[in-house]
Nanobody, 124 residues
Framework: VQLQASGGGPVQAGGYLTLSCTVSGASRMRYMAWFRQPPGMEREFVSS????????TYADSLKGRFTISRDNAKNTMYLQMNGLKSEDTAVYYC???????????????????WGQGTEVTVSS
């Protein structure tokens, strides 16, 4: 199983980016998620999506600015990020797991598969 993340880059504060994460080598995941790791900080949960129900979860601080979605036909998950702030600067990672339970969907260590990370740099 491989996860390929893309879409990061430099952006000015207030701008937007859409990250993508494509899964190959697996037919179905239970949950997929985005995590991020700001410079010098721990990895933190951003958002998750249940592949079957499309139920979504967001970190409280990101609600209203970020939107997670998925395209089954393309085996791809997206993260639309609007109104970017300097504090959104981080390496963004996608994660997936075929067996994770709902209560663990915001916990990085619960995910078996990870993408390589895509860097987002927001300048003010």
């Amino acid at each position: 199983v491989q996860l390929q993340a893309s879409g990061g880059g430099p952006v000015q504060a207030g701008g937007y980016l859409t990250l993508s994460c494509t899964v190959s080598g697996a037919s179905r995941m239970r949950y997929m998620a985005w995590f991020r790791q700001p410079p010098g900080m721990e990895r933190e949960f951003v958002s998750s999506i249940n592949w079957a129900s499309r139920s979504t979860t967001y970190a409280d601080s990101l609600k209203g600015r970020f939107t997670i979605s998925r395209d089954n036909a393309k085996n791809t998950m997206y993260l639309q990020m609007n109104g970017l702030k300097s504090e959104d600067t981080a390496v963004y990672y996608c994660a997936a797991d075929p067996n994770i339970i709902a209560s663990q969907r915001m916990t990085a260590s619960s995910y078996k598969y990870w993408g390589q990370g895509t860097e987002v740099t927001v300048s003010s």
